[in-house]
T-cell receptor, first 114, second 115 residues
Framework: DAKTTQPNSMESNEEEPVHLPCNHSTISGTDYIHWYRQLPSQGPEYVIHGLTSNVNNRMASLAIAEDRKSSTLILHRATLRDAAVYYCILRDVFGGAGSYQLTFGKGTKLSVIP | DAGVTQSPTHLIKTRGQQVTLRCSPKSGHDTVSWYQQALGQGPQFIFQYYEEEERQRGNFPDRFSGHQFPNYSSELNVNALLLGDSALYLC??????????????FGPGTRLTVL
């Protein structure tokens, strides 16, 4: 899996939008961009994924740059429950035997201020 | 619908001992992956089981072994425990038919402390 780069930490005020960036300059054409988050004392949970177009679901939006070398996870109104470590992960949908795993970096620790 | 469950929640062992951790996947899932998460780090992939066989393995020594049962549940075994094996062990299940786009659903983990 190609490497991703994320800031170590970010802060947001409650009820304000949050934009979490991810750089993946070596992304290949068959890499999907996945986001997972890990709340304190819990296992990671899936947030969203996309290939080229922007994606929305009930949890978040994913904005993908036109050249696909970066993406941004958008939480429209941060709540205290959104305080977590957010991981940006690339998955090659046509990858070989080495691509079944999720390759986590250190992620971005998001703090939400009441 | 119960999600992924793991047992035990916490475990304390001494160096040189052996440990077995257990995982029941989310209902309908047929694939189980195991991850190790050291404090302050992201989870690291240990291996994945599908159809009762190890399909893929990460960079972990042979002391780490596993098993998948016909009901898709799984065990992770670690022999000759080292202090560095202290970590949170996470189990994740998925549906193979969804391929590499399928979500992995994680359990709450087992906290292993090696003294």
């Amino acid at each position: 899996d190609a490497k991703t780069t994320q800031p170590n930490s970010m802060e947001s005020n409650e009820e304000e939008p949050v934009h979490l960036p991810c750089n993946h300059s070596t992304i290949s054409g068959t890499d999907y961009i996945h986001w997972y988050r890990q709340l304190p004392s819990q296992g990671p949970e899936y947030v969203i994924h996309g290939l080229t177009s922007n994606v929305n679901n009930r949890m978040a939006s994913l904005a993908i740059a036109e050249d696909r070398k970066s993406s941004t996870l958008i939480l429209h109104r941060a709540t205290l429950r959104d305080a977590a470590v957010y991981y940006c992960i690339l998955r090659d949908v046509f990858g070989g035997a080495g691509s079944y795993q999720l390759t986590f970096g250190k992620g971005t620790k998001l703090s939400v201020i009441p | 619908d119960a999600g992924v469950t793991q047992s035990p929640t916490h475990l304390i062992k001494t160096r040189g001992q052996q440990v077995t951790l257990r995982c029941s996947p989310k209902s309908g899932h047929d694939t189980v992956s195991w991850y190790q998460q050291a404090l302050g780090q992201g989870p690291q992939f240990i291996f994945q089981y599908y159809e009762e066989e190890e399909r893929q393995r990460g960079n972990f020594p042979d002391r780490f072994s596993g098993h998948q049962f016909p009901n898709y549940s799984s065990e992770l075994n670690v022999n000759a425990l080292l202090l560095g094996d202290s970590a949170l062990y996470l189990c994740a299940s998925s549906l193979d038919a969804r391929g590499r786009l399928g979500e992995q659903f994680f359990g709450p983990g087992t906290r292993l402390t090696v003294l």
